[in-house]
């Protein structure tokens, strides 16, 4: 199941995260924004001032990765919509191929 580990550290970290998300299944945007959430939670119920803006800057990261992932989603839509789009070329028969080299 999890085969996708065995190149870990020679893929750009985003290929990496993109397959682990394909291998489970998992919706990266609403994850980290449950993780921005958690730290909020966080914030809210801690005393300490350094300790809650800590989880503040926490989730507004988390959210930051949100929407990076919500981006990196969307321009993979948009690539496979403009490949699925774009008229395919059908390969030429055998006598115009070579009609074309000459």
Same mark, same amino acid.
């Given at each position: 199941?999890?085969?996708?580990?065995? *190149?870990?550290? #020679?893929?750009? #970290?985003?290929?990496? $995260?993109?397959?682990?998300?394909?291998?489970?299944?998992? *919706?990266?945007? @609403?994850?980290?924004? %449950? &993780?921005?959430? *958690?730290?909020?939670?966080?914030? %809210? /119920?801690?005393? +300490?001032?350094?300790?809650?803006?800590?989880?503040?800057?926490? @989730?507004?990261?988390?959210? $930051?990765?949100?929407?990076?992932?919500? +981006?990196?989603?969307?321009?993979?839509?948009?690539? /496979?919509?403009?490949?699925?789009?774009?008229?395919?070329?059908?390969? $030429? &028969?055998?006598?115009?191929?070579?009609?074309?080299? $000459?």
């Amino acid at each position: 199941m999890f085969a996708i580990f065995a *190149d870990w550290g #020679t893929k750009p #970290t985003i290929s990496q $995260l993109k397959d682990f998300n394909r291998e489970i299944g998992m *919706d990266t945007p @609403a994850e980290f924004r %449950k &993780h921005a959430a *958690d730290c909020e939670k966080m914030a %809210k /119920v801690s005393n +300490d001032p350094e300790t809650k803006a800590a989880w503040k800057r926490m @989730a507004e990261r988390w959210l $930051l990765c949100a929407k990076l992932a919500d +981006d990196q989603d969307l321009f993979q839509r948009r690539r /496979v919509e403009e490949k699925s789009s774009k008229p395919q070329r059908r390969p $030429l &028969h055998g006598w115009a191929a070579a009609s074309s080299r $000459l």
